[in-house]
């Protein structure tokens, strides 16, 4: 608990901040005002924009039907429970009707495989939140192995990234009287050798946080002393990008383990050190590798750019596993000498990988459709391949390992075929399927297929397109684009139950386009499109729009983007360059002020995606040409989009879709705008939130293309 002295200071530097964003307000930005977060004036125009979105959306007598159905999707209870392998148990979180914020829960194996799995609950969310009197949201649990007896609930107020971290003991299913407890922030937590240290990094004091809002002190926290008593054992600089120094420590299935320290220089690039009784000793590895699992003894190193170790002929591909000896990484982390475990093909993709006792399961895309590798210790460093039997055509991905045997769960999902759990044992290569979510729409008379478009330099752009059987090509379909490109983030096939129900069964056309920036390819298709190269990702996507038009599928008339987050800015920029191309935009949990992106929530930890428009004169020219905030123009022929965005986004900010909104309202543009007051960078904080969101969005969808 922070002094009062802290709290009153804190109050004093958010009021001078106050008065400085006003003292800043000029003619080129005169709603500086709006990115005071929670402020009267702010949650005012708030209020009046939602209302007035409301209005129109609730208003449509489909509406009611669409939220009923929207929330029956949500709160269905033959859903998948995925699973968890936890202390000799199966455990899942869990939310429906009857448990709006939510349930952690357990069983046996053999019980999670029946029908109707007799479930115990461990902790209430909802009950816990009426006692405390609280707006919990659970955002996860870290347990302490090889007992995996205590563990770390991770509680976040309203849905922010910022959580409250307490320790919580799964058999008695309580909190632990006098246990560990961090205060809210962006902390970051590990159990180290047993369940009586934490490797902690936080904010320690008042301004332990680095640029990017993000720690960069890591200490050692034993059971029993205050956090004031905690052992520094790393310090960053507060001048690190990325998301903060990062602690979490590796531990294979005979219970060896290695204390990793991550100091991100930006995004994409960090330094990698290893804890040793001689204290912090950085790893050699490159800036885009990571030591991310460990299996028998092998350490494994993930590369994201093209590596030759200290010493060594040999040079590794970018997008390649790597594997190192434990015991030689902890004596010479100066000269690692490492193996080939896996490389990827010309269309091929890393997408992760997953330690189960003695096997390492490594997901893989080919050709934008799922794999999964597996890869088996052998003699004098080698490694033995084969591969989980799933289908083909599908997205894949596994959804946990047991470090106690070989088993993990496997997920298998497409567009027309509903999610899918298989129980899998990594040891023989075999896998059943467990359980199946029934259809949520009509998927009898669809197809999935998938084309290339071609970009403005001549790359091949490949999209899936799900439609009627019996399509019509005469540019009369409503069609709605999806994209993300950023990140190194692949977007694949997956079953989405509200889309099929309240678009594709009323006759709409879904287009999921694979555009640069992400990982569908490997690294090189995430570089192309970095910093001021980032117009290539623009281009992809408004070609795949292209060629949606010139294959009679849809008009201008009929197609509608959408995106969220770092899509968000895409569907803001394809709406600002080319407004001709759509007839709606969904702009979702937004960034679109990519001048003040640095002064906006966690905008600063994304220099290495973006570039810095402080530090490169370049990257500046390039946005100020490109970010949509400063480029929407009066008298522009825009479509009416739909901004959506939520108070609680501490990641993104609702800061940037406000922003935007009051810049077309000044110019007299047509928009609708909603802000969801809980919910994080998500839609929101419950089921209840989550419907209503997807109700209005695709009312608006269907009023733009449909009617």
């Known amino acids: 608990m922070r002094l009062v002295k802290t709290v009153i200071l804190a109050a004093a530097l958010a009021g001078a901040a106050a008065t400085a964003l006003h003292a800043q307000a000029s003619a080129d930005d005169p709603y500086l005002w709006l990115e005071e977060v929670s402020s009267p004036r702010a949650m005012d125009w708030v209020n009046a924009h939602n209302a007035k979105a409301q209005a129109v959306l609730e208003a449509d007598p489909r509406y009611q039907a669409y939220y009923t159905e929207a929330l029956a999707i949500a709160q269905a209870k033959d859903r998948i429970p995925f699973g968890r392998f936890l202390n000799g148990q199966v455990y899942n979180f869990w939310q429906d009707a009857d448990h709006v914020r939510g349930v952690f829960r357990r069983t046996s194996l053999a019980g999670y495989q029946a029908e109707s799995p007799a479930w115990e609950t461990v902790l209430d969310l909802d009950a816990l939140a009426a006692a405390e009197k609280a707006n919990w949201v659970y955002k996860g649990t870290i347990c302490a192995r090889p007992a995996e007896r205590r563990c770390l609930i991770l509680l976040s107020d309203g849905g922010e990234d910022a959580v409250t971290t307490r320790e919580f003991d799964l058999p008695t299913g309580k909190f632990v009287d006098g246990g560990f407890v961090i205060p809210k922030g962006k902390s970051r937590a590990a159990w180290e050798e047993d369940e009586n240290s934490l490797l902690i990094s936080r904010e320690w004091a008042p301004g332990d946080l680095g640029r990017t809002g993000y720690p960069f002190i890591v200490k050692r926290l034993k059971r029993g002393q205050q956090l004031s008593a905690a052992v520094e054992v790393f310090r960053g600089s507060a001048e690190d990008g990325g998301y903060g120094v990062t602690p979490y420590v590796l531990r294979d299935g005979e219970n060896r383990t290695l204390a990793v320290i991550d100091r991100p220089l930006d995004t994409f690039r960090s330094e990698t050190y290893i804890l ?75 997408q992760g990988s997953t ?146 129900k309240l678009w594709l069964e009323h006759g709409g056309v879904y287009a999921l386009a694979n555009i640069r920036g992400g990982g569908e390819f490997g690294p090189k298709w995430h570089e192309a499109g970095i910093g001021v190269k980032r117009q290539v990702i623009y281009d992809d996507f408004v070609a795949v729009g292209r060629d949606l038009i010139a294959r009679h599928i849809t008009t201008p008339r009929r197609l509608g983007i959408r995106g969220g987050s770092n899509g968000g800015l895409l569907t803001g920029v394809a709406f600002t360059q080319h407004p001709e191309l ?126």
């Open 276 to 350: 040793t009784p001689k204290g912090a000793q950085r790893v050699a590895i490159p800036a885009k590798a990571s030591l991310n699992d460990m299996v028998a003894g092998r350490v494994i190193i993930e590369t994201r750019e093209d590596w030759t170790p200290p010493g060594s002929a040999t040079t590794y591909p970018a997008g390649a596993l790597l594997s190192v000896d434990l015991a030689q990484l902890k004596a010479d982390p100066a000269h690692p000498r490492p193996t080939l475990v896996y490389s990827a093909g010309p269309r091929e993709a890393y």
């Open 582 to 707: 759509w007839n709606a935009a969904l702009i979702e949990v937004p960034l679109l002020d990519m001048i003040r992106i640095s002064k906006i929530a966690a905008g600063a930890s994304w220099e290495g995606e973006y570039g810095s428009i402080d530090k490169d004169p370049a990257v500046r020219a390039f946005w100020e040409k490109t970010s949509p905030y400063q480029n929407l123009r009066k008298g522009g022929a825009y479509p009416e989009p739909f901004i959506f965005t939520t108070t609680k986004d501490d990641r993104v900010g609702p800061q940037h879709a406000r922003k935007f909104a009051a810049r077309m309202e000044e110019m007299g543009l047509p928009f609708l705008y909603y802000e969801n007051t809980e919910g994080g960078h998500a839609a929101g904080a419950n089921l209840k939130q989550t419907a209503h969101t997807s109700a209005l969005e695709m009312i608006y969808l269907t009023r733009k293309l449909m009617d």
């Open 355 to 500: 330690a189960s006792k003695g096997v390492l399961l490594v997901s893989t895309l080919d050709n934008v459709r799922g794999r999964t590798l597996l890869f088996t210790p052998g003699p004098r460093g080698t490694w033995k391949r084969s591969a989980l039997q799933l289908p083909d055509n599908s997205t894949i991905g596994v959804v946990d390992a047991s470090t106690t045997d070989n088993k993990a769960f496997v997920s298998v999902t497409s567009f027309l075929t509903p999610p899918s759990m298989w129980l899998a044992d990594a040891g023989t290569g075999q896998a059943r399927q467990i359980k199946a979510q029934p259809a949520k729409f009509d998927a009898s008379n669809l197809v999935a297929e998938q084309y290339e478009a071609t970009s403005s330099d001549g790359t091949r752009i490949p999209y899936f397109l799900v439609h009627r059987r019996d399509i019509k090509l005469d540019g009369n379909n409503p069609t709605l684009l999806y994209a993300y490109g950023g990140f190194e983030s692949s977007s694949t096939p997956a079953y989405s139950a509200t889309t099929g």
